[in-house]
C-alpha cells in the first residue's frame, strides 16, 4: 500500500479545483416538493420506466437529464415487508442501465448489480420477495464505469419498506407533511446554469463534488412543516460529500432509525455525519414555530496535506430551510419514549476474519492508469469475471476493512451489518442500529450474516460509495450459496 507521503506527492501534482460553497441564494420560501408516492403495499407491484428529460434546475435553462417515470429523479416506491412485489422496469435511454435495490435484503438474480444490466428497449422484471424490518432505503443505477455518471443525470430514487405499524410506534406517518423524504445531494452548473459533470483527475481521485445543494431535485426551496414532531428520512445521494449534518440553532436531532431499520428508542444527538448510500431517520421538534434550517459542515474528507474533497474549505452551508406553518398542527407533540426495533447482538463465536484493503494508487500510477482500474480493492481492481469470495450461505463473517488515504463509504449488497468498531473504537453512537454502508475512517470492522443466495452469474457486490471510485475499481463480488 502505498504511504502518505507518496500520496501527498502524487496529489500535489494534480490540478485541483477548489469549487464554491454551497451557497446559491435560497429562494423566497417556495416550497420543497416530495418525490411523488408509489405505493405498492396493495397491488404488490409497480413499474418503473428510466427516460430521458428536461430539469430548470436554476430558471436558467433546460438541463437534460434522466429519470424513472419523469425527467429528473424517482417516485418514493413504498412496499411491504412480509409480501413479495413484482417489479417492472423499461429502459428507454439509449444505453445500458441497472436498478440496485440499495438496502433491500434480496437474493442476487433481484439485487440489480452490474451483471444485470437492462439494454435500450428491454424490461427487467424481478420479484421482490421483502422480508426485513420497516427501513427506508433507495434505488440506483449501478452499471460498471457508468454508475456515476447515470446516477448525477438523475437515476435513483427512494424506497420505504412499510409494516403498517408506525402509527402505533407514535411516529409521523403523513407522506410530505410531518413525514419527509429528502434525497441529498451536491450539483455542479456551467455558466449557463445547465447541470454539468465535466469532472477532472481531481474528480476522479476524490470522487465528483458539487458546487451547488440540490434537495429532491429541486435548488433554493424550504420545507414548509407544522407545528409539532416532524420526521425527516434523510438519503445521502450525493456521488462523494459527506455531510456532517446538525440545526442552525443546536436543537436536537432524535435518531430513530438507521441503514437497515429502527433502533430500540429514540438516541438525542446534536451532529449527525452522513455519507454517500446511507440514510437516517430523525424526528425534529418544531413545536416553537421558530424557522431555522438543516446546515452541513464543510466535506470531512480532506487528504493529506490539507487538499479537501471538493467544497471551498472551512465554510458551513445551508442544506435546507424550515419554515413552520403555524396554522398547521402535527399529528405527534412528543418524541416517543420507545420505537420497538432492535440493536445488533449478532452471535461473532468462531466468525472467519476477512481482511479488506481499499486502495488509491497515486502520482503518475493513477494518472496512467485508466478505465476501470483506477482502485483497487485488495490489491486488484474490479474484474467482471473475477469472483473474490465465495461464501456458504448461513455465515457469520468479522470483516475488517481498512482505508489510509482518506474516508470511504463502504457498503455490501445484500446484508445486514453489526458495526463492531471504527478507527479502533467504539462505533459511533449513530451507527449502533443495523447497516449496510459504514464510513470508514482508518479502519471499521463489521459482523455479517450471509442469509441471501447469490449465484456466481448475479454475485452481490462489496464497494466504496464514492461513485467515482466504485467506477474505478474500488469493488469486489462474492457468491453466497
Known amino acids: 500500500m502505498i504511504s502518505r507521503r507518496k500520496f501527498l506527492a502524487g496529489a500535489a501534482a494534480l490540478p485541483v479545483a477548489i469549487h464554491p460553497v454551497l451557497t446559491r441564494a435560497q429562494s423566497a420560501r417556495v416550497p420543497l416538493a416530495m418525490p411523488p408516492l408509489l405505493d405498492a403495499t396493495r397491488t404488490r407491484r409497480f413499474k418503473l420506466t428510466a427516460q430521458r428529460g428536461t430539469t430548470d434546475f436554476l430558471d436558467a435553462g433546460a438541463s437534460q437529464t434522466w429519470g424513472f417515470n419523469q425527467p429528473h429523479l424517482g417516485p418514493t416506491l413504498r412496499l411491504a415487508t412480509g409480501q413479495s412485489t413484482a417489479a417492472e422496469v423499461l429502459n428507454t435511454v439509449d444505453e445500458p442501465i441497472s436498478v440496485h435495490w440499495h438496502g433491500l435484503l434480496v437474493p442476487g438474480d433481484a439485487d440489480g448489480g452490474p451483471h444485470q444490466t437492462i439494454s435500450q428497449g428491454e424490461t427487467w422484471a424481478p420479484e421482490l420477495a421483502i422480508t426485513q ?50 434525497v441529498l445531494q451536491d450539483r455542479r452548473f456551467d455558466r449557463s446554469g445547465r447541470i454539468s459533470y465535466d469532472s477532472g483527475m481531481a474528480d476522479q481521485m476524490m470522487g465528483f463534488m458539487g458546487d451547488t445543494m440540490v434537495v429532491n431535485g429541486q435548488v433554493g426551496r424550504t420545507a414548509v412543516v407544522p407545528k409539532g414532531i416532524v420526521r425527516l428520512r434523510l438519503i445521502n445521494g450525493s456521488n462523494a460529500r459527506i455531510y456532517p449534518l446538525s440545526m442552525s440553532d443546536g436543537r436536537e436531532m432524535h435518531l430513530i432509525a438507521t441503514d437497515n431499520g429502527y433502533l430500540d428508542r429514540p438516541i438525542a444527538l446534536h451532529d449527525l455525519t452522513i455519507a454517500p448510500g446511507e440514510r437516517f431517520e430523525v424526528l425534529i421538534d418544531f413545536s416553537d414555530e421558530r424557522d431555522i434550517a438543516l446546515v452541513s459542515a464543510p466535506n470531512p474528507n480532506q487528504m493529506m496535506g490539507g487538499m479537501m474533497g471538493g467544497g471551498g474549505g472551512g465554510t458551513p452551508f445551508v442544506v435546507l430551510p424550515f419554515s ?158
Open 133 to 182: 424490518p420497516a427501513s427506508t432505503a433507495w434505488y440506483h443505477t449501478h452499471v460498471h464505469e457508468s454508475t456515476a455518471r447515470q446516477v448525477q443525470k438523475g437515476l435513483a430514487g427512494v424506497l420505504q419498506i412499510a409494516d403498517g405499524q408506525d402509527e402505533a410506534r407514535g411516529l409521523p406517518i403523513a407522506y410530505g407533511i410531518d413525514d419527509l423524504t429528502l
Open 324 to 481: 413552520v406553518d403555524g396554522a398547521l398542527l402535527a399529528a405527534k407533540d412528543r418524541v416517543p419514549d420507545d420505537i420497538g426495533g432492535s440493536l445488533p447482538q449478532a452471535d461473532g463465536t468462531g466468525a472467519s476474519l476477512r481482511d479488506i484493503s481499499l486502495d488509491m494508487p497515486m502520482g503518475m500510477g493513477m494518472m496512467l492508469r485508466g478505465g476501470g482500474n483506477r482502485f483497487s480493492v485488495n490489491g486488484a481492481a474490479f474484474d467482471m469475471e473475477e469472483i473474490n469470495f465465495d461464501i456458504p450461505r448461513g455465515t457469520v463473517e468479522r470483516w475488517r476493512i481498512t482505508a489510509d488515504m482518506m474516508m470511504h463509504p463502504f457498503h455490501i449488497h445484500g446484508v445486514t451489518f453489526q458495526v463492531l468498531s471504527q478507527g479502533g473504537r467504539a462505533p459511533a453512537t449513530q451507527n449502533t442500529g443495523w447497516k449496510d454502508t459504514v464510513l470508514v475512517n482508518g479502519s471499521a470492522e463489521v459482523l455479517v450474516k450471509f442469509d441471501q443466495a447469490a449465484s456466481r452469474d448475479t454475485p452481490f457486490m462489496f464497494h466504496c460509495h464514492i461513485l467515482e471510485h466504485e467506477d474505478g475499481g474500488m469493488m469486489g463480488q462474492f457468491t453466497v450459496g
